[in-house]
């Protein structure tokens, strides 16, 4: 079992920046492809960034050059450092563990986080 739970959430305007963190405990971080899905009400969850054990990444295209995903493995952490935020940017965002391929859909990932609100304002 794995155990994830987010932080950095919270409320921020248009333009601004947020870094959104992940704790990864009772696995070491370095076995799992990691993953940042968000979910805005009444939408579906959809991806937004994944990065393997050694580092490749993905970014949605809603994303690209705005958004940025990395990993501690020394110290169980991964971030999600969100940059030029837009109002379409809000949602519930979730990290997520998998023992899988980094670019797998969500339903490949076989840990889960509960979520952190990112709200932007216009």
């Known amino acids: 079992q794995a155990q994830l739970v987010e932080s950095g959430g919270g409320l921020v305007q248009a333009g601004g920046s947020l870094r959104l963190s992940c704790a990864a405990s009772g696995r070491t971080l370095g076995n799992f492809a990691m993953a940042w899905f968000r979910q805005a009400p009444g939408k579906e969850r959809e991806f937004v960034a994944s990065?393997?054990?050694?580092?490749?990444?993905i970014n949605a295209d809603s994303v690209k050059g705005r958004f940025t995903i990395s990993r501690d493995n020394t110290k169980n952490w991964v971030y999600l450092q969100m940059n030029s935020l837009k109002p379409e940017d809000t949602a519930v965002y979730f990290c997520?563990?998998?023992?899988?391929?980094?670019?797998?859909?969500?339903?490949?990932?076989?840990?889960w986080g509960q979520g952190t609100q990112v709200t932007v304002s216009s």
């Open positions: 990065i393997s054990r050694d580092g490749s990444r």
């Open positions: 997520a563990a998998t023992w899988g391929y980094y670019g797998g859909p969500s339903s490949s990932y076989d840990y």
